[in-house]
């Protein structure tokens, strides 16, 4: 017996937040169709569904998940077990109507997400509000209520500082300076020390502020100023570069029991 086969979850963003929502969904049995951008702007892409998009193929702590071309493949590929990741900005039309939708692209503000798109629509962190523009919003903010599904009102309002891992905050972040194209110097895992060039946006050096390990980069390409294009992780973890996050697990968990309560209160 496969209780939630039936119910057709799609999840609009394969970061790595977002990556831990679908990852605990597939887990236990949902089929789950990712909705990415043609070049997602992932940093943590060792743990994204997102690199599906230019890798095809991915597969995170045993789950797998593979490119699509169309919303009829995405069908057929979810039903198999495989997360289907699809590149499209908005949402495709589905021949299976969509149960649940999950908008884990923490924009952290409104953008085309409605409350009218799917029986239970659920939105992650800043932006959403429950029952104006989704049914429950799921923290993101670390602290004590990462991961709460909320049912009335929003989550914590965005502070612009990144949360504190192994004592650093800010620092362990890098933005991009400069508008151009940014290439890198290291790649995933690297022990890299404060000061040193990781890369360059055109020829400007991208710097790290901090002694780490390299645990996100963002694809190469074009950037603008203000956009995260990397991670540095001062706990010199190696392991940490392919495990997904304990706050991406968190707010997986706040989506999976948000799913389960509205499955509970639906059956009655």
């Known amino acids: 017996m496969r209780p939630f086969s039936g119910h057709l979850v799609v999840v609009r963003g394969g970061g790595d937040i977002g990556s831990g929502v679908i990852w605990r969904l597939r887990r236990v049995g949902f089929p789950v169709v990712v909705l990415e951008l043609e070049r997602p702007l992932t940093v943590r892409r060792t743990v994204a569904f997102s690199s599906a998009v230019s890798d095809r193929h991915v597969e995170i702590d045993g789950i797998a998940g593979s490119l699509v071309e169309s919303p009829a493949d995405a069908l057929e590929v979810a039903h198999t077990g495989v997360v289907a990741v699809l590149a499209s ?41 429950a029952g104006d523009n989704c049914h429950v919003v799921i923290e993101t903010m670390r602290g004590h209520r990462l991961g709460r599904a909320i049912w009335e009102g929003a989550a914590a309002a965005n502070t612009g500082i990144p949360g504190d891992i192994g004592g650093a905050s800010s620092e362990r972040v890098l933005r991009a300076q400069h508008d151009g194209q940014v290439a890198w110097d290291v790649g995933f895992g690297d022990v890299v020390t404060s000061g040193q060039q990781l890369g360059q946006i055109d020829d400007h050096a991208v710097v790290s502020a901090i002694d780490g390990t390299v645990r996100g980069l963002i694809s190469s390409g074009p950037v603008t100023p203000g956009l995260k294009i990397g991670d540095v992780d001062p706990r010199f973890d190696p392991q940490a570069i392919d495990q997904i996050s304990d706050k991406a697990m968190a707010v997986g968990g706040g989506v999976l029991e948000a799913v389960l309560v509205w499955l509970n209160d639906v059956s009655q």
């Open 89 to 129: 900005d908005s949402i495709p039309r589905f021949t299976t109507p969509i149960s649940v939708l999950v908008d884990a692209r923490l924009a952290k503000r409104s953008l085309d997400t409605t409350i009218r798109q799917a029986p239970l629509v659920v939105g992650l962190g800043p932006g959403f509000v």
